[in-house]
């Protein structure tokens, strides 16, 4: 009865609406096919996925290793090349260094290296230039001492505390004995070019560096006398009978050529500006030799009584009043102690003997 009921449900005006066997199979295999497919999609998909992610972040992982290696290097180099700049060399004596004018930092370097005083040129050069003392280094002779490291080194040439050396001219030099000691002094450079008036140089310690030029030296002397005597003629004694600091000057250099005693200074410059008050000839012998040596040479010998009577412009017993010129170049004190001279009545002096001198106020007491 059922199988009747299915046969006459399924056919429909003759026409069997079933399907057939084959069209059955291909579409449960069709069926199946998708079902596979679908169950094997989804996890190969997460697969993949998962795969990718971990060769990511293995890449990643590998690169930030990579950097904090390199990291490490650069600032343990760092560190090294900085120790080495703090540390000590094996240089166990004080030692002598020029930079000369002109001198670059590689040259520096060179040189440095060279004399050990430094370990490495290359260290040196890197980070004196880091620090920005490349441009900074300056000129000059220098002490370097035992063990300075390469930062005690740079700092030394930036600071440019060169060695001093000292030149002391004496008192009463003339213009061309002074000359003629720069002319002899070995650590200064350059042809005198200069002629210095007489009188006109300062003659005292003068400190310089190697390699000055003799004729910065002179216009040093020469600024020298000029910036003493520049606040000093208000202050003399108030009847003095000179009329400008020049005469000062030309006083100060007979009274330095007269007495090589400091406590003498003062009276002998007395006697001379007594007898300019008493319009009295200064005689004074220092003057004639000055006439006939010009101040060249010294004169080993006596003056001749022709020289004495001669008349020449330096010729004090046959003028009056001042040579026209300084005979030397005279000394701070002599020139302070024309300015203010002792308040005595000589007028005539004369050798002791002993390297002073005798004072008198009359002629009979200069016979004595």
């Known amino acids: ?29 069709q069926l199946k096919i998708k079902t596979v497919k679908e169950k094997r999609k989804k996890p190969v998909k997460e697969k993949s996925k998962s795969k990718s992610s971990a060769s990511i972040w293995g890449a990643l992982s590998s690169l930030i290793t990579l950097c904090l290696i390199v990291v490490l290097v650069i600032v343990g180099s760092w560190v090294g090349v900085t120790q080495l700049f703090e540390a000590s060399n094996d240089v166990e004596l004080e030692t002598t260094f020029q930079v000369r004018p002109g001198d670059d930092l590689t040259h520096i370097s060179e040189r440095l290296e060279n004399q050990k005083l430094i370990l490495n040129q290359d260290i ?88 000055l030029n003799r004729n910065n030296l002179i216009k040093q002397m020469q600024e020298a006398q000029k910036k003493f005597l520049a606040n000093l ?24 050529k007269e007495t090589g005693l400091a406590k003498e200074r003062p009276e002998v410059a007395a006697v001379f500006i007594n007898r300019l008050k008493k319009k009295m000839r200064l005689q004074s012998d220092p003057t004639i030799i000055y006439g006939i040596t010009k101040g060249q040479y010294k004169l080993d010998r ?9 008349k020449t412009a330096y010729n004090t017993y046959q003028i009056k009043g001042l040579p026209p010129t300084p005979i030397s170049n005279p000394g701070k004190a002599s020139i302070l102690a024309v300015l203010n001279p002792a308040k005595v009545d000589y007028i005539f002096f004369v050798a002791d003997g002993t390297g002073g001198h005798v004072f008198a106020k009359t002629y009979k007491q200069h016979q004595k």
Request: proline share 4%.
């Open 1 to 29: 009865m059922f199988d009747d009921q299915k046969t006459t449900d399924s056919k429909i005006n003759g026409i069997d609406s079933r399907p057939s066997y084959l069209a059955r199979r291909k579409i449960q295999k």
């Open 233 to 256: 003629w208000g202050k003399h004694a108030t009847d003095l009978p000179l009329s400008s600091i020049e005469e000062v000057v030309i006083l100060a250099s007979i009274v330095e």
């Open 302 to 310: 006596s003056l001749r009584k022709s020289e004495i009577k001669a």
């Open 124 to 211: 040196y050069r890197y980070l004196v230039a880091w620090e920005g003392n490349d441009t900074r280094l300056k000129a000059g002779n220098y002490k370097i001492p035992a063990n300075s490291s390469m930062r005690d080194i740079m700092n030394i040439f930036v600071e440019g505390q060169s060695i001093q050396h000292k030149l002391t001219f004496a008192e009463g030099l003339t213009t061309a004995q002074i000359l003629n000691k720069l002319k002899n002094a070995p650590l200064l450079t350059g042809e005198i070019k200069l002629t210095p008036a007489e009188g006109s140089l300062l003659p005292e310690t003068y400190l310089y560096e190697s390699g």
